[in-house]
């Protein structure tokens, strides 16, 4: 169970980190 935590905590690290990235593209696009 803690290597699935683990699993979901570095999912959600590597998902804000995405977001984040095509956040700042989409600004110097608009």
Partial sequence: MSTEDGLV???CMNYWR???LCG???????
């Fill in 9 to 11: 905590e570095e999912w």
């Fill in 18 to 20: 995405f977001q984040r």
């Fill in 24 to 30: 700042g593209v989409l600004q110097g696009v608009w």
